[in-house]
């Protein structure tokens, strides 16, 4: 469980930690402007939810999901996971929240698809069985079981999105949270990974998926959050939410009951 009280984010407070830590949205005492990226947001995500965080470019999505592992440190507010603040255990919160980033390329370190996966593990210490019995579990998960001597940079682009989401479920994590999973990739790309997404949720993984783009994942979400300059303003199932979120700059399934505001 990941619970958030009262998060607010701020960016902009010169000499400020990771840039963000001011104390106001008005300008600084050098003029500069804060920018109030989370604005009082709290939130609960069960374990095994679906859970999709939507909204505009810039809305707050990615700073949000980085605080549920301390990659980025609210300013006011609490976050929790597993009943354990972030900020008492680093460790136990990145252990638990897998993040998968917006450019798979950012994520992937080392040159072989194997190499990739085994890295976070290897960095916990584990004996190499166990290190071995990972990589083929996760590997399997997303699809590319036997392909841990392949190069990185050979691969396509959903190729490398699924080496990354493998090389996160290493980790067994409670929750998988990925960002922005669907950037660049192409149609077959994009259903690949849909489906390994559908697949790990069913077997029992928590998601939580960020986009500004619904089409890909309104039908697997179990619930859906808007955001809208930082704060929650659309909490429902899919069902529900997708009648606000064009309001919210977010693009919904065509057809059927579902609206799509470009048209
Ligand atoms: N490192 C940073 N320094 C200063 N401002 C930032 C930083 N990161 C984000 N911001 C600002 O905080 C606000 C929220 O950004 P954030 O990236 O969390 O939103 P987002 O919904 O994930 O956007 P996108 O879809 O474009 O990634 C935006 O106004 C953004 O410009």
Known sequence: MIELDGVTCRYGRSGSEGGNGADGDSDDADGTAATVAVDDVSLRVPDGEFLVAAGANGSG????????NGLVEPDAGT???NGTPVDADLV???SAVGMVF???RDQLVAATVGAD???GP???GLSHTEIDRRVDE???AVNMAGRERERVDSLSGGERERVAIAGALAMEPDHLVLDEPFTGLDEPARRSVVDRLRALHREGTSVVVVTHDLRDVAALADRIVGLADGRVAVDAPPEEAVESLPGLDVRVPEGGELRNPAG
């Open 122 to 124: 290897e960095n916990l």
């Open 102 to 104: 917006q450019d798979p």
């Open 117 to 119: 996966v085994a890295f």
């Open 79 to 81: 976050v929790a996971v």
């Open 92 to 94: 136990a919160a990145r």
């Open 61 to 68: 999505k990615t700073t949000l999901v980085r605080t549920f």
């Open 138 to 140: 996760a590997l399997a």
